[in-house]
């Protein structure tokens, strides 16, 4: 039974006349449209449409810019009451000398204020701690090398 059908008559070449049928295609610059070739392709062309595209090399990475929000006397009071909810403070340490300095001194920043993360604040804490035993330290011995002048005399 012969069957005019191309789709039998390309399964056909494919079995049994395949790499007589790529040399061929090859030397005339046909493309091969056997099955198993054009199921290859037809999903080397699927999985390229469904690969996403990538912008990496057209993106740049853009500085972040610090948002600065103007002062005003009640975003500020808004502010300080937050600061105070959120971290527990009795009301008392607004009047605290050491908190009013604090503010003076931030109030006189021209770009906002740069706050240190955990590992600043505590380094410096030590560093101050550090300095303040070094002053103890001279104050002691000038005191104690004090005392014992004064017990010659």
């Given at each position: 039974?012969?069957?005019?059908?191309?789709?039998?008559?390309?399964?056909?070449?494919?079995?049994?006349?395949?790499v007589k049928y790529l040399s061929w295609?090859?030397?005339?610059?046909?493309?091969?449209?056997?099955?198993?070739?054009?199921?290859?392709?037809?999903?080397?062309?699927?999985?390229?449409a469904e690969a996403q595209l990538t912008?990496?090399?057209?993106?740049?990475?853009?500085?972040?810019?610090?948002?600065?929000?103007?002062?005003?006397?009640?975003?500020?009071?808004?502010?300080?009451?937050?600061?105070?909810?959120?971290?527990?403070?009795?009301?008392?340490?607004?009047?605290?000398?050491?908190?009013?300095?604090?503010?003076?001194?931030?109030?006189h920043a021209k770009d906002g204020v740069?706050?240190?993360?955990?590992?600043?604040?505590?380094?410096?804490?030590?560093?101050?701690?550090?300095?303040?035993?070094?002053?103890?330290?001279?104050?002691?011995?000038?005191?104690?090398?004090?005392?014992?002048?004064?017990?010659?005399?």
């Amino acid at each position: 039974v012969i069957v005019a059908e191309a789709t039998t008559c390309r399964r056909h070449i494919e079995a049994n006349h395949k790499v007589k049928y790529l040399s061929w295609a090859a030397m005339n610059g046909f493309m091969s449209m056997l099955p198993g070739d054009m199921k290859c392709r037809n999903a080397e062309a699927k999985a390229g449409a469904e690969a996403q595209l990538t912008l990496d090399s057209y993106l740049q990475q853009q500085p972040i810019k610090e948002c600065i929000v103007p002062y005003t006397d009640p975003v500020f009071c808004k502010a300080m009451i937050e600061w105070l909810v959120s971290t527990d403070q009795p009301i008392q340490a607004l009047e605290h000398p050491a908190f009013q300095n604090m503010m003076n001194i931030s109030a006189h920043a021209k770009d906002g204020v740069k706050i240190p993360n955990r590992k600043q604040t505590q380094q410096e804490i030590v560093n101050m701690f550090k300095a303040q035993l070094s002053k103890l330290h001279n104050h002691l011995n000038v005191c104690i090398l004090y005392m014992e002048f004064t017990d010659f005399i």
